[in-house]
């Protein structure tokens, strides 16, 4: 990415996923500077005009509010970060404002996560489905975030015969301690012996100029999109994790506090997701 934008990003702590759908939004801009003007334009060339008229095209071709919403929250961190290297005299981006009003109200979320439960042993056991897609549905089903997937090492497993655990550490400082029995165990061991055979510490990884790297996203959809074909519903982490949160406080009674420990997060965070939970899940449509 230009100026070191996705560095500084990844730098920060910024999920990698986010900061994927960043750099391909600002790749979009460009794009469509060059074809609107019929030349390079430069960050400083930039006038709020065009970012309306983008986001305009944006917009048309169907996507949700919140979704036009996040584009343009992507386009602010943008140009912040191009005024702090110098690259724009000045940020009118704190002042920008999109022309409609957009409805952010949160989408419900049609899942039923007893019945996606259900369906983990038929996807730990399909042969059709590859060992880094079942591990991604073992994951999901955790409520973990996918930037704590990925950091995942193999080094934080322990075997203890009947029982896999797992520690992950996350980069907020907090940890949640994971248990896998039954037929999960097979499924991670073998991710793990992946891991050891590629001389990479990742359970997750992905091959990167001959070498095996921490999971690159940008191949996240060839695993979630057979997993969907496979259970049936969109498989997205953030609704699973609510539809989780969900189940852990209406089917298993949990509190706060245990739901707190069990995703690893803070008080404070534990009581927005449940609360959140609560409103959005609504049953699965026919």
């Not at 230009?2 to 939004?25: C, F």
């Not at 005009?49 to 602010?76: H, M, P, V």
């Not at 999109?98 to 399909?126: C, R």
């Not at 994790?241 to 949990?254: D, N």
């Amino acid at each position: 990415m230009p100026y070191g934008y996705e560095k500084y990003r990844l730098d920060k702590g910024i999920s990698p996923n986010t900061v994927v759908h960043e750099v391909q939004l600002i790749r979009a801009l460009f794009a469509y500077l060059r074809k609107t003007y019929k030349k390079s334009v430069e960050p400083h060339e930039i006038r709020p005009a065009d970012i309306q008229k983008f986001l305009q095209q944006q917009q048309e071709t169907g996507i949700k509010d919140s979704t036009l919403n996040r584009k343009l929250s992507y386009i602010r961190q943008w140009f912040d970060y191009m005024w702090r290297i110098g690259r724009v005299p000045v940020d009118f981006m704190p002042k920008f404002e999109y022309g409609e009003k957009l409805d952010l109200t949160p989408a419900d979320i049609h899942l039923d996560y007893e019945a996606l439960l259900a369906k983990k042993t038929a996807v730990l056991e399909a042969d059709e489905l590859s060992l880094t897609a079942k591990i991604f549905f073992l994951l999901y089903m955790r409520g973990l975030r996918l930037r704590d997937m990925t950091a995942i090492e193999v080094e934080n497993f322990e075997n203890k015969g009947d029982v896999l655990s797992l520690l992950v550490e996350k980069k907020d400082g907090f940890t949640c301690h994971l248990e896998f029995t039954g037929n999960e165990i097979p499924v991670l061991q073998d991710g793990i012996n992946r891991a050891i055979f590629r001389c990479t510490p990742y359970l997750l990884s992905s091959k990167v100029k001959n070498e095996y790297t921490v999971f690159q996203l940008g191949s996240l959809s060839d695993y979630t999109e057979a997993l969907s074909a496979f259970v049936g519903v969109p498989m997205r982490s953030g609704d699973i994790r609510f539809a989780y949160v969900h189940y852990l406080y209406s089917v298993e009674h949990k509190n706060l506090e245990d739901i707190q420990r069990i995703l690893g997060v803070s008080l404070d965070s534990a009581s927005r997701i449940l609360k959140e939970s609560l409103t959005r899940l609504k049953a699965p449509k026919e």
